[in-house]
Each structure stands twice: as C-alpha cells, then as structure tokens.
C-alpha cells in the first residue's frame, strides 16, 4: 500500500532560519508526491508537486522540495522562516490505486518563533 | 481563479435533523471531492465525483450522501448524524489525471448536538 510518513510531530526553528520538514514515503511505481499547509480553521493549500525530473521543486510561498528517490524522501525546505509560516504541513502521495485518492501523512505542525 | 466556497462556514446541527453542504468551483475541474478532518489529523477521503458521476466512495455511512448537480457544484447531504461525525468537512477538486494537484475550500465546521 502506498504510504507517506511524517516522523516529526512539530518542528521549531527561529525566524530566518532555515526549516526543514521531513517526509519519506513508500510507494510502487511512481512517486507524484505533494506538499500542502493548512492554516488553523482553513482549508489546505498546495504548495509544490513532484512529479518528473528536476529533484529539486519550488513552489508558493519560497518554499521547496528535495525528491531523493534512493532514500524515498520528499523533505520540504525554505531557506529563511518567517513567523507568518507558522501552520500544519502534510506530505502526500497519489494512491496509482484510486488515481483521483491521495494518501496524507500525520502533519507536522512549523512553529516559526520570532 | 483558483477558489473553492464552501457553505456555510459553521454548521450545528442535532443528531434528528437534515442539513446539505455546498460546495462551487469554477476552474472547470472535472474531480470533486468530500473529505472528513478531525482536528490535528489529515483529511479521510469520502468521496470522489469524476465528470459529474460518483468514482469513489469510501465506505462512508448512509447518512452522508454526496450529489454532484453540475459541474461546478457539490453537495453533501447529512441527515440522523452522530456526535462523532463532528468534523471539518473539506471540498476539493482537481483535473483529470492522476498528477494534478487538488484545490481545497475553507471547509464547513460541523457540529453534531
């Protein structure tokens, strides 16, 4: 079955810092694998796919993403946090079952301190 | 224009009455979808309509029931709920095809008396 794990609950870094949340997944066949965040009360809101190529992705908001395919990981970076990016992200994987269903992991909320 | 409404925002509702959800897009996404989302959880999949026909249904209870009129319109019709079936409820929609992102609405907070 496909799968993605989130293996932090909640990660903290200081404003300007660089953040890194973490994502691994297990999939067969091909990795499309999303990242979303969700704001409190808020509906979720895409940030950046990948789908093919580049292992390297950029999406809204300055962050990005670094596929590795031999260690099955799809981490979420932006190189300076800002507080406003305070939220909960989930990593998600397209379930090559059920090609409209996506399968979420936990979430891991960013905590950005001023 | 990349919005999806949902309506309404909040939703108290006892356990006897009927409600429906609404939910419009106008991006002329073919994929819409209905998901269930407990606080600091994901969102479960409910259902899935695909050019207006239901795909998927994930087993979810009778006492939901999805319609798709058009298009650009979903609803959710609830009626006999269980406390437990308090959640945020989220619409999304997509294009076809298994790698195209999913667009969510703000999502209606239901509350089961």
């Known amino acids: 079955a496909q799968s993605v794990a989130q293996p932090e609950d909640q990660v903290n870094v200081a404003e300007g810092n660089p953040l890194t949340v973490k994502c691994t997944y297990s999939?067969?066949?091909?990795?499309?694998l999303f990242w979303y965040v969700q704001y409190p009360n808020r509906g979720l809101q895409f940030l950046l796919k990948?789908?093919?190529?580049?292992?390297l992705v950029k999406g809204s908001y300055g962050f990005e993403a670094e596929f590795n395919k031999s260690q099955t990981s799809f981490h979420l970076k932006k190189p300076s946090a800002l507080v406003s990016d305070s939220a909960l992200y989930f990593c998600?994987?397209?379930?090559?079952?059920?090609?409209?269903?996506?399968?979420f992991g936990t979430g891991t909320r960013l905590l950005v301190s001023p | 224009d990349t919005e999806v409404t949902q309506t309404p925002k909040h939703l108290v509702m006892g356990m006897t009455n009927k409600k429906s959800l609404k939910c419009e897009q106008h991006?002329?996404?073919?994929?819409m979808y209905w998901y269930k989302q407990k606080a600091k959880k994901p969102p479960e999949l409910m259902f899935v309509?695909?050019?207006?026909?239901?795909?998927i249904n994930e087993s979810v209870p009778s006492r939901f029931s999805p319609e798709c009129p058009n298009s650009s319109l979903l609803n959710l019709h609830l009626h006999a709920l269980q406390p437990e079936d308090s959640a945020l409820y989220l619409c999304?929609?997509?294009?076809?095809?298994?790698?195209?992102?999913?667009?969510f609405g703000p999502g209606t907070r239901l509350t089961v008396t």
């Open positions: 999304a929609s997509s294009r076809q095809g298994e790698t195209n992102e999913q667009y």
């Open positions: 999939v067969s066949g091909n990795p499309y």
């Open positions: 990948y789908i093919t190529g580049d292992n």
């Open positions: 309509y695909s050019y207006e026909k239901l795909s």
């Open positions: 991006m002329g996404h073919r994929a």
């Open positions: 998600a994987v397209r379930d090559p079952t059920g090609f409209q269903k996506l399968v």
